[in-house]
């Protein structure tokens, strides 16, 4: 089979999206990982709160494939005879979801670590800090919604 050009960049575009919010999820998850490993060293009862704190920025990496998937969805049944303009305006929607699942993993993982630390001082903060991480998920999800949007507005 033959993919054109159009084609060819919105598939780019859709494993960009994929690949830069899994970077963002593992770098988060990461930053997250090193401060519950620090706070179930001192305090080993925190454990489970550590491991959802943890997996938090992980769900931007989900975002980015839920995004690729859709997005592959709308190219497949015409991956030969997508125009150049269709497939740049498909690259173009996946704008949102390469950078807020980017940013947001990486801040998420921050915000996480953060409230990991302010539980270890003062245990009874525990509902209080799982908002502050949860906060920048918001904007993870606006830009996954942005690019829904986005997709569904191109007309193959």
Request: no cysteine.
């Amino acid at each position: 089979m033959i993919v054109s050009w159009g084609a060819a960049i919105a598939l780019v575009g859709a494993g960009i999206g994929a690949g830069l919010a899994s970077v963002g999820s593992a770098i988060g998850v990461g930053i997250a990982g090193e401060a519950a490993a620090g706070v179930q060293r001192e305090k080993p009862e925190l454990g489970a709160l550590a491991l959802i704190m943890q997996a938090l920025p992980g769900t931007q990496g989900f975002y980015g494939f839920v995004a690729m998937f859709l997005g592959i969805a709308k190219i497949a049944n015409n991956i030969d005879k997508m125009d150049l303009a269709t497939g740049l305006a498909i690259f173009a929607a996946f704008i949102p979801v390469m950078v807020a699942e980017l940013m947001s993993g990486v801040w998420q993982g921050k915000a996480s670590a953060a409230a990991l630390q302010m539980v270890a001082r003062r245990q009874e903060l525990a509902g209080r800090a799982i908002i502050i991480p949860a906060i920048v998920e918001t904007y993870a999800l606006v830009g996954l919604l942005a690019t829904i949007i986005m997709l569904n507005q191109v007309k193959i």
